[in-house]
């Protein structure tokens, strides 16, 4: 069974940038759905954004601020966040989606704040 592992979270300042890693254990195949999702304290876990093949799907919250994208050859995708709102901050958390069966990883927290 693969395991993910995300990596990259921390501490910024309002309008800073951070780069999310999410490294599988093994090839995921391009045509597997991938995805971040992020859960804030007392809110419900929402998606961020998806990727499948050349599909990419962002949430109307993070358009134009976030960049999903996926290296196939490394097995690891990311998510490219830039211009953060202190709203962001949550714990995000990397999704592979295998026809019924979802995996995912431990999260990795965000935290914007001046």
């Known amino acids: 069974q693969v395991q993910l592992v995300e990596s990259g979270g921390g501490l910024v300042q309002p309008g800073g940038s951070l780069r999310l890693s999410c490294a599988a254990s093994?090839?995921?195949?391009?045509?597997?759905?991938m995805g971040w999702y992020r859960q804030a304290p007392g809110k419900q876990r929402e998606l961020v954004a998806s990727i499948t093949g050349r599909n990419i799907n962002y949430a109307d919250s993070v358009l134009g601020r976030l960049t999903i994208s996926r290296d196939n050859a490394k097995n690891t995708m990311y998510l490219q966040m830039n211009t953060l709102k202190p709203e962001d901050t949550a714990v995000y958390y990397c999704?592979?989606?295998?026809?019924?069966?979802?995996?995912w990883g431990q999260g990795t927290q965000v935290t914007v704040s001046a």
């Open positions: 999704n592979l989606r295998t026809g019924p069966f979802d995996t």
């Open positions: 093994k090839k995921i195949f391009s045509d597997y759905s």
